[in-house]
């Protein structure tokens, strides 16, 4: 079993630390870690490796272009 220090790859994003945590926490399995009942832990709405507060936006074909401006306006200033 490898640790957070011996991490097979190296961990890239607070996201994946968070993971590798809660995988070293269960011993290892990483299928133990979605039914961690732990709920007091500050980590554990992040277990599975996904901000569960972030929520997909639908954009319109109008919003899109919208953004898409805004950016080409910014990089034309930097």
């Not at 980590?43 to 109008?62: D, E, Q, S």
């Amino acid at each position: 079993m490898n640790t957070l220090h011996e991490a097979a790859e190296p961990i890239t994003s607070p996201l994946k630390a968070i993971r590798a945590n809660c995988v070293e926490c269960m011993g290892g399995q990483r299928s133990l870690v979605r039914d961690c009942d732990l709920r007091g832990c500050p980590l554990w709405p992040y277990r599975m490796g996904k901000n569960p507060f972030i929520t997909k936006r639908n954009l319109t074909a109008k919003d899109r272009s919208e953004i898409g401006e805004r950016l080409r306006r910014g990089r034309e200033r930097a």
